[in-house]
């Protein structure tokens, strides 16, 4: 089968790739783009691992085909530290313990990050509700949602 040229912006870089129509978006950026912070938790979009944002959405990357990036602007967690600065959201997430294996945690500080754009204030259930595409085994969720709570008021300029 014919493989298709796409060109899109990943982090606000500029990139191109070439893929088979069938393959997904999480395959592409791991593979063929060597962003490898997306995990393959479940392959069907139950469990978040894959998350990124696609032309400011939240998206499950195992759901999306690489073509569909053809135009896109993506972001990942690779894309939150800047200059070697840690994001707030990955600095509490170190800080309060919010992290244990990693397999999640990638999905759920694009998809924290995600939140915070568009509510800068969210209450825990708000957050445990933008969060519950997202699923983690090791931590438990308390860790997680402090840590989200703390990273909000940091960038808005208070203190938790």
Not at 16 to 35: H, I, W
Not at 91 to 105: E, K, R, V
Request: proline fraction near 4%.
């Amino acid at each position: 089968m014919k493989k298709i040229h796409v060109t899109t912006k990943v982090n606000g870089d500029e990139v191109e790739f070439v893929c088979p129509p069938e393959e997904t978006l999480l395959d592409s950026l791991r593979d063929r783009l060597g962003f490898s912070g997306a995990k393959e938790g479940c392959g069907t979009g139950d469990c978040g691992a894959c998350s990124v944002t696609l032309n400011g959405r939240l998206v499950c990357s195992c759901l999306v085909l690489g073509a569909e990036a053809e135009g896109a602007e993506i972001n990942t967690v690779e894309g939150l530290a800047h200059g070697g600065e840690l994001h707030p959201l990955q600095q509490s997430f170190i800080d309060n313990a919010a992290l244990q294996c990693g397999i999640c945690t990638p999905g759920i500080l694009v998809a924290a990050k995600a939140l915070l754009e568009r509510n800068p204030d969210p209450s825990d259930t708000e957050i445990r509700y933008w969060l519950a595409g997202n699923l983690c085994r090791c931590t438990g969720y308390d860790k997680i949602i402090k840590a989200v709570k703390i990273a909000a008021a940091e960038m808005r300029g208070e203190t938790a």
